[in-house]
């Protein structure tokens, strides 16, 4: 079993800058390999949405609200992506979450970090 952490959420205020990152651990004994990586994010009343997504050759996506204001990579080698977040906007404020398209011994599937929150605030 695959397990995603992240961490790095918290309160800023407008126009400053956060970073997350997210690291992906498996079960004693098993093997994993990621794909894509990506961060999604969840605004009260809102559903969940993409913010940027990077595959293993480092290719990248990005919500066009994230573009320009926020990068998205990662480490294949420590299984871990970041998000480097700057110039925020109360809009930002939502709980992020990471995801990562796995493939283990018995399956492929999708795994969700249990989210961290951002908070844009003065």
């Known amino acids: 079993q695959v397990q995603l952490v992240e961490s790095g959420g918290g309160l800023v205020q407008p126009e400053g800058s956060l970073s997350l990152s997210c690291a992906a651990s498996g079960s004693a004994g098993s093997g994993f390999f990621i794909y894509t990586m990506g961060w999604y994010r969840q605004a009260p009343g809102n559903q969940r949405e993409l913010v940027a997504t990077i595959t293993r050759g480092a290719s990248t996506n990005y919500a066009d609200s994230v573009k320009g204001r926020f990068t998205i990579s990662r480490d294949n080698a420590k299984n871990t992506v970041f998000l480097q977040m700057t110039s925020l906007k109360p809009e930002d404020t939502a709980v992020y979450y990471c995801?990562?398209?796995?493939?283990?011994?018995?399956?492929?599937?999708?795994?969700w970090g249990q989210g961290t929150q951002v908070t844009v605030s003065s």
């Open positions: 995801n990562a398209d796995v493939l283990t011994s018995n399956s492929r599937r999708d795994c």
